[in-house]
């Protein structure tokens, strides 16, 4: 089956302990993309990758790190949490070379930081 | 800069009745657009698009979309909602020439009530 999945879907932690948010893809996408969904915000786009070993800033990037060494996986990285993280976290993917084509997301990650 | 409104937080309807939840954008080029519904505790799942063409977009569960240019609107129609319709509904934009980002709205609750 088609899909992106994203792990852990539920993650309480606390301020400064690192934490990764794996993502992996089986569509052979070269597009990925992790947004934050908060209420009245809508999804905003924290980074993005075009390719393996080629990744950019989207919107909210501060204090998000992330990672394409491989086309499938797209990790990322809070290297010390804060409260304001405490977010709905998903991961996307997209058919390469054509912007015109739909995203496919993960199921979402709840992360809450104390 | 590309931006995407939904200007109603919430809309009610009664089940059987049509339902119109309202998108309008601003992209300095042409635009391609999108309907993504969320179900409670799931990702995005894609509804429909627009890219060129017939003005009047049918997509997946019996929606539809109508792109009008000249109001720069986007609005998802359905013409006898059902409860199980009842669900966060996301529009987003992206400007084709530029090939940036997908922009999402804040999202629209739907409510169907039998």
């Known amino acids: 089956e088609a899909q992106v999945t994203q792990n852990p879907r539920y993650l309480i932690t606390v301020t400064g302990k690192k934490l990764t948010v794996t993502c992996s893809q089986n569509?052979?996408?070269?597009?990925m993309s992790w947004y934050r969904q908060d209420p009245g915000l809508g999804l905003r786009q924290i980074y993005y990758?075009?390719?393996?070993?080629?990744?950019d800033k989207g919107d909210v990037p501060e204090g998000y790190k992330v990672s394409r060494k491989e086309k499938r996986n797209f990790p990322l990285i809070l290297e010390s949490p804060s409260p304001n993280q405490t977010s709905l976290y998903f991961c996307a993917s997209r058919p390469p070379g054509q912007s015109l084509r739909e995203q496919y997301f993960g199921p979402g990650t709840r992360l809450t930081v104390t | 800069a590309q931006s995407v409104a939904q200007p109603e937080d919430q809309v009610n309807v009664a089940e059987g009745n049509p339902l119109t939840v309202k998108c309008t954008y601003s992209v300095s080029g042409n635009p391609y657009l999108f309907w993504y519904v969320q179900y409670p505790n799931r990702g995005l799942q894609f509804l429909l698009k627009y890219i060129t063409g017939d003005n009047l977009v049918k997509g997946s569960y019996g929606f539809e979309a109508e792109f009008n240019k000249s109001q720069t609107s986007f609005h998802l129609k359905k013409p006898s909602a059902l409860v199980s319709d009842s669900a966060l509904y996301f529009c987003a934009v992206r400007d084709r020439q530029a090939g940036t980002a997908l922009i999402f709205g804040k999202g629209t609750t739907l409510s169907v009530s039998s």
């Open positions: 569509m052979n996408h070269e597009y």
């Open positions: 990758s075009m390719n393996v070993e080629v990744t």
